[in-house]
């Protein structure tokens, strides 16, 4: 069973920084390209980094500069750091891996943290 659990979410004053975990188990994690999503209130869930297996990332253009995606494939775990946060980055960010398991492939999120930014 595949599970993907989020960490490091809160309340930050705009300007701030957080850093999101999520641990994953159930999964062959260096197998697995992963990323993190986020939902505002209203609005669709967006990307707003990916991870490829091999290392290759990508951003939304509203975060690049300010937000770094990155993976420790000893700890199954992969990171977001969001600097200069702006109240519009406020939402709920969810893990996102795709790619294999034991029981082959999946598709997978995580339960969500939720990310408050104040202005």
């Known amino acids: 069973q595949v599970q993907l659990v989020e960490s490091g979410g809160g309340l930050v004053q705009a300007g701030g920084s957080l850093r999101l975990s999520c641990v994953a188990s159930?999964?062959?994690?260096?197998?697995?390209?992963m990323g993190w999503y986020r939902q505002a209130p209203g609005k669709q869930r967006e990307l707003v980094a990916h991870?490829?297996?091999?290392?290759?990332?990508n951003y939304a253009e509203s975060v690049k500069g300010r937000f770094t995606i990155s993976r420790d494939n000893a700890k199954n775990t992969v990171y977001l750091q969001m600097n200069s946060l702006k109240p519009e980055d406020t939402a709920v960010y969810y893990c996102?891996?795709?790619?294999?398991?034991?029981?082959?492939?999946?598709?997978?999120w995580g339960q969500g943290a939720e990310v408050t930014v104040s202005s």
């Open positions: 996102n891996s795709a790619g294999f398991s034991s029981s082959g492939y999946r598709n997978s």
């Open positions: 159930g999964i062959i994690f260096s197998f697995n390209a």
């Open positions: 991870i490829t297996s091999g290392g290759t990332t």
